[in-house]
């Protein structure tokens, strides 16, 4: 006598990804200095002066995007829009490569707002990315 034949079960349906991206909402010190292509200690010191409160509520200090991303004069993105938001910030050296002229070019067009930037210091400008060629 053969064995009973085992039930198949049904073939499962794969889970359809969110429709809503998800979006870290805070990003720790270490992250917030490659960010902006810093080190650690002139992060704090700028999210310091910029009145930035760390997040208390993890074992490592963290810092809200959306306060971050006021420092940058960015505004508050999420979806589709984000990953443009947390990609690192352009010297001006890395810049004016990209446009194939000098790092004063680039501060130049920075200063003049031909170039997105944000100064994070007297003497610390960061280029937008998103600006360049």
């Keep these: 006598m053969p064995p009973p034949p085992v039930p198949q079960m049904p073939p499962r349906t794969p889970r359809r990804p969110s429709p809503v991206a998800k979006t870290p ?18 992060a ?3 999210l310091g002066a910029k ?10 200090p963290r810092y809200l995007w959306r306060d971050i991303w006021a420092i940058e004069r960015a505004g ?11 990609t690192p910030l352009c010297t001006a050296i890395a810049a004016g490569e990209a446009l ?7 501060r130049r067009y920075a200063n003049s707002g031909r170039l ?14 998103a600006g360049l060629p």
Aim: charged share 25%; glycine share 4%.
């Design 76 to 86: 508050a993105l999420a979806g589709a829009a984000w990953p443009d938001t947390t």
């Design 44 to 46: 704090r010191r700028v």
């Design 116 to 129: 997105p930037a944000t100064r994070l210091g007297p003497k610390l400008l960061r280029i937008h990315p």
């Design 100 to 106: 194939d002229q000098d790092a004063s070019t680039a």
């Design 25 to 42: 909402v805070s990003a720790t010190l270490t992250e917030v200095a490659k960010h902006w292509r810093v080190d650690v200690e002139t």
């Design 51 to 60: 009145g930035v409160q760390d997040q208390e509520t993890h074992a490592k």
